[in-house]
C-alpha cells in the first residue's frame, strides 16, 4: 500500500499521548533536544514531542521534546525514506535470489 507509512501515525498513539507528551516537555524543560553536526543543541523552544527512533515505541527513552521547525524537517525526512523503503521492498519482491529455506 504505497503512502502508507506515516499516514496512519497519529491513530496508534497511545490513548494517553497527551499526558505523556507533558510529562517529555517538562523532562526536556520545553527546549528543542536536536543537536546540529556540531554537537550544539537546538535554542528554539519545544512544541512538540518526536519518536527518537520513529517506531512505536512511546516509552520516555525513545521521546525527545523538539521544536515545530525540526519536527517539520524530521517527519518530512520519514516521510521521504519511508516512501523508497517502500519502494526498494518492492523492487525486491521481483528481484528475490535467495534459496529457499527448505533446501538448505
Ligand atoms: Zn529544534
Known amino acids: 500500500m504505497p503512502g502508507w507509512e506515516g499516514s496512519d501515525r497519529r491513530l496508534r498513539l497511545p490513548p494517553d499521548w497527551d499526558k505523556i507528551r507533558k510529562r517529555i516537555l517538562r523532562r526536556d524543560s520545553y527546549r528543542c533536544k536536536i543537536r546540529n553536526p556540531h554537537g550544539q ?4 523552544p519545544a512544541v512538540d514531542v518526536d519518536h527518537i527512533v520513529n517506531n512505536d515505541d512511546h516509552r520516555e527513552s525513545n521521546l525527545q521534546a523538539i521544536c515545530d ?12 525514506a519511508a516512501r523508497t523503503a517502500a519502494i526498494r521492498r518492492t523492487a ?7 534459496a529457499h529455506p527448505g533446501l538448505l
Open 92 to 98: 525486491k519482491k521481483f528481484t528475490r535470489t535467495e
Open 41 to 44: 543543541r537546538c535554542t528554539e
Open 69 to 80: 521547525w525540526h519536527h517539520k524537517k524530521k517527519s518530512g525526512a520519514e516521510g521521504a
